[in-house]
């Protein structure tokens, strides 16, 4: 949560900015008043514990500053909390001090006061107030106070960290002519301490932001395409004072520019000025045309939403700070939203009365503003409260057609095959009668899910280009399984991938494998169907969990009718499905950005084409991780995934199947680089159209947006198509090949009696069921936030496989590899893989790398130190295949 508070009580705006309303706009409700009639202005506020509180803030309690006698300005201590929006307010404790104009920071552990003043003095003081729901009242504890009394200050919190900007007037100056930006760690500061140096366990000065020293800043925290939060910092008020220190109002400056703090480098970046307004007064002269300026937000508050907005609420401009209080009209409605990866503006809609010096804070799915000022010297008890509304479109009558047309046809092809499934090596293998150029677009289609489809152009969409490098591990991949690992599936006469480790090592090794590819699969299913629903959600308005279920079970059908012939036509069917739709999409979108020449030279100077980054900090994104990081990736979908060994299976012979792994991985290179084209022209798209991005949309929702904002009527029905063609071609093969693996490795193999017929039978009944779980599974995550479905899937296909690849490595390039050390270097890498992610920076593209070569390591060295097998190794692996070779 990010927020702050300061004070106006000698500014004021009722400007609006240039543009449009952005999509997606807010839904605004009142929440109970606060007790307080006149309202508070500085207040802290914040979320603990379920509850919202309200602390300190100011007022004018015995009249208004403008009356006679001029009231005077209280500061208060009190405390106030709601525990329920349909509950009241009341009274929850008092503070150490009166206290207003701060920063509020909501945390796990309680919301953070940060500096403010009292009784107009700036204060250093830190408290931290927590909700305790069962006694019913706020706690208060004092944490280490700032380096320098400070008000009117701003922050935000990244992680554990917090984060403050503060300005300073010297004595003598007619300005703030200091600049402070400190941090606080509180996971340092909540731990034991045994291991910290006491003066490490307080607030660090850090880099200053390269523009002047100002009060009311608006700060907020989000990320900028990137898996790191960065600190944004808007506009601000610098004030002027005359010689005697009293405030000189007509030179005060109202601040437009704005920057972003990266913590991980401890730098400052300028990024786009504040949005164009055109004055209030400027229009009634019919001067709109020489009048638009800057609109600076001095004392808004800010908040967080989504992946990549933040939005500001009111603000003053200072463009009435010379008229008399009493004459100047209130603080406007205007609701601004920043886009953190286009650096683009728009406007968010209007909240139902402007206020400033509050805080936006969110509470579930509210973003809260208590209280604040309407107006100088005017306060307003109303509690304010809007959520992100729900966009709704339409398909249409002829993308619906070309839609349902195309989930027809692959029920078709599933109803045509089923009546050549006569065998368990038919429905498993489609009785080795695929062609090699059909296997190897279906090995493509497999691994090109919808997470491919939707997930990699959002990737330079919102960064760069620095993974596509990466992309040629897959076809460098393509000889080190066709020399190494296909000999051994081609020429044991497996069905399963897992059927080779028992035979080198034993039955606990297979069974092992088998239940790692089966519980990968599961998690994978329910990421594939995720993803397109979420597509046909935002596309149709229909409800993602009726997408879900759709999208299930249509997969279903036609897979357990048509078995794998089913699986492999369609899959061959949807690639064609998915290239016509990218294609398309990418000759719309070069279009409307006026070519192909120009295209480019805007996304160079934009920084988005950037391929390579030279650096050996194994906690950044950098080539080397890049580069080994997708080699080792390949190691798992293409020798141990029983979805694509499934596909080796498929041909007449080895040599077909070879050309297949090298159809697949010729393939790669080019259609991915169309994939990382099209996110770079949906970024210069969304660039200069910032009014059509969804407010608060994920990322991955960048191309299915695109699909219904620009393409024409059924053409993108057909590239909607291509979103379930990507995600079924995964689907079906999972929901196969683990029917596949829970029949031949555990059914058929602990009652090897059963009849063929049997098996084909219980085979059938399990499809169903994997596809009825997975779809479940989907249901249960329809709802996450994931960063980006794409890099999720990359952790996740890390963290399963890896010790099951160690495992096929010992197996097809050792001798002395046995069972024990095998199994002992699976779980060893499960336990180093899990403290990387949860205990280290490590960068995720190492993960992998870690995970595998631990379980290589450790699983050689136990094999070492225990006794052998005694298996025959005779053709198990790749010493004795040599010397068995015909």
């Keep these: 949560m990010v927020s702050f508070a300061s004070t106006v009580d000698h500014t004021v705006a009722a400007d609006e900015p240039r543009g449009t309303g952005a999509a997606r706009p807010l839904s605004w409700e009142e929440l109970p008043p606060l007790p307080d009639a006149l309202g508070l202005g500085g207040s802290f506020a914040g979320v603990h514990g379920g509850a919202s509180i309200v602390a300190g803030g100011a007022n004018f309690p015995d009249g208004a500053p403008w009356a006679e006698p001029p009231g005077e300005k209280r500061w208060y201590d009190r405390m106030y909390v709601l525990d329920a929006p349909e509950g009241a307010w009341r009274e929850g404790g008092i503070l150490p001090r009166r206290l207003a104009y701060g920063v509020s920071i909501s945390t796990e552990r309680g919301v953070l006061l940060i500096g403010g003043e009292e009784d107009g003095a700036p204060v250093a003081d830190v408290y931290r107030v927590s909700w305790n729901a069962e006694a019913q009242s706020l706690e208060t504890e004092p944490l280490p106070p700032l380096p320098r009394a400070a008000s009117y200050t701003a922050g935000g919190l990244i992680g554990s960290t917090v984060y403050v900007a503060a300005a300073h007037r010297s004595a003598g100056a007619d300005t703030l002519d200091e600049k402070s930006f400190w941090s606080l760690d509180l996971a340092k500061l909540d731990g034991d301490g045994t291991d ?10 850090l880099a200053t932001w390269p523009g002047a020293a100002r009060h009311k800043a608006v700060v907020a925290t989000q990320s900028a395409g990137g898996n790191d939060r960065l600190l944004y910092l808007f506009s601000g008020e610098r004030p002027r004072y005359r010689a005697d220190g009293t405030p000189d109002l007509a030179r005060y400056e109202y601040l437009t520019d704005a920057y972003r703090y990266d913590p991980r480098r401890d730098a400052w970046q300028r990024i786009a000025d504040m949005p164009e307004m055109v004055s209030e007064r400027a229009l009634r002269r019919g001067e709109e045309n020489s009048a638009a300026v800057r609109r600076p937000v001095a004392a808004a508050t800010a908040i967080d939403v989504g992946q990549s907005h933040i939005l500001v609420f009111s603000g003053s401009t200072g463009g009435h700070v010379t008229e008399p209080p009493q004459t100047q009209p209130p603080f406007p409605r205007t609701v601004l939203a920043y886009h953190t990866i286009t ?16 805080t936006a804070t969110r509470w579930g799915e509210r973003i809260v503003i208590p209280s604040g000022e309407t107006r100088p010297g005017v306060r307003t008890p109303r509690v304010q409260s809007a959520r992100l509304a729900a966009g709704v479109n339409r398909l249409g009558g002829l993308n619906a057609a070309v839609l349902i047309g195309y989930l027809a046809a692959l029920v078709a092809m599933g109803f045509y095959f089923s009546r050549r499934e006569k065998s368990t090596a038919d429905y498993f293998l489609a009785g080795g009668r695929i062609p090699w150029w059909a296997a190897g677009l279906s090995i493509y289609a497999t691994q090109l899910s919808a997470i491919t489809f939707i997930s990699i152009p959002a990737i330079p969409y919102a960064s760069n280009w620095l993974l596509f490098p990466g992309q040629f591990m897959i076809l460098l991949f393509a000889p080190v399984v066709i020399v190494f690992y296909l000999p051994f599936f081609r020429r044991l006469n497996v069905t399963t991938a897992y059927e080779y480790l028992e035979r080198r090592f034993n039955l606990a090794a297979r069974l092992f494998g088998s239940a790692s590819f089966i519980v990968f699969q599961f998690a994978r299913m329910a990421i594939v169907v995720y993803l397109p629903a979420l597509a046909l959600s935002a596309v149709t308005g229909m409800n993602i969990y009726a997408a879900i279920v759709l999208m299930g079970a249509l997969s279903i059908l036609y897979t357990v009718l048509g078995g794998m012939e089913a699986v492999v036509w369609t899959d061959v069917l949807q690639v064609f499905v998915l290239w016509g739709g990218l294609l398309l999409a990418i000759a719309i979108v070069v279009s409307d950005l006026g070519g192909a020449t120009a295209a480019f030279h805007e996304a160079r100077a934009d920084g988005k084409l950037q391929l390579f980054a030279w650096t050996w900090d194994h906690t950044a994104l950098a080539t080397w991780s890049i580069v080994l990081g997708h080699f080792a990736l390949q190691f798992g979908p293409y020798t141990t995934d029983q979805a694509v060994v499934q596909r080796y299976l498929t041909t007449k012979d080895e040599t077909a199947a070879a050309r297949g792994i090298w159809l697949n991985g010729v393939l790669a290179i080019p259609f991915n680089f169309l994939f990382f084209a099209l996110g770079t022209c949906l970024y210069l798209f969304f660039k200069s159209r910032p009014e059509l991005i969804g407010v608060g949309m994920q990322n991955d929702s960048v191309f299915p947006l695109f699909m219904t904002g620009r393409m024409p009527a059924g053409v993108s029905g057909l590239v909607i198509a291509g979103v379930f063609a990507a995600s079924m071609s995964s689907l079906d093969s999972s929901m196969h090949s683990v029917a596949t693996a829970i029949t031949t490795d555990f059914y058929r193999r602990f009652w090897p009696e059963v009849s063929d017929h049997r098996c084909l039978k219980v085979a059938r009944w399990i499809t169903a069921i994997v596809g ?12 996450a936030d994931l960063k980006s479905q794409y890099l999720f ?94």
Aim: a negative charge; hydrophobic letters at 50%; glycine letters at 12%.
């Design 793 to 886: 899937f990359q952790k996740l296909l890390g963290l399963l496989s890896s010790g099951l690849v160690g495992m096929f490595i010992l197996g097809v390039f050792t001798r002395r590899a046995n069972a024990i050390g095998a199994l002992s270097g699976a779980a060893a890498s499960t336990v180093v893989f899990a403290y990387v992610v949860f205990a280290t920076d490590m960068h995720m593209y190492v993960y992998p790398i870690v995970g595998i070569a631990t379980a290589v390591v450790v699983g050689y060295a136990v094999s070492l130190v225990t006794p052998s097998d005694g298996n025959d190794l005779s053709g198990l692996s790749r010493p004795t295949l040599k010397a068995d070779a015909p």
């Design 196 to 205: 910290e140096d006491a003066t490490d366990l307080g607030w660090k000065h």
């Design 772 to 783: 009825m779980i997975g779809t479940a599974t989907a249901l249960l995550i329809a709802g």
């Design 343 to 358: 650096d683009t503006w728009t406007t968010a809609g209007e909240m139902p009365e402007g206020v400033v010096t509050t």
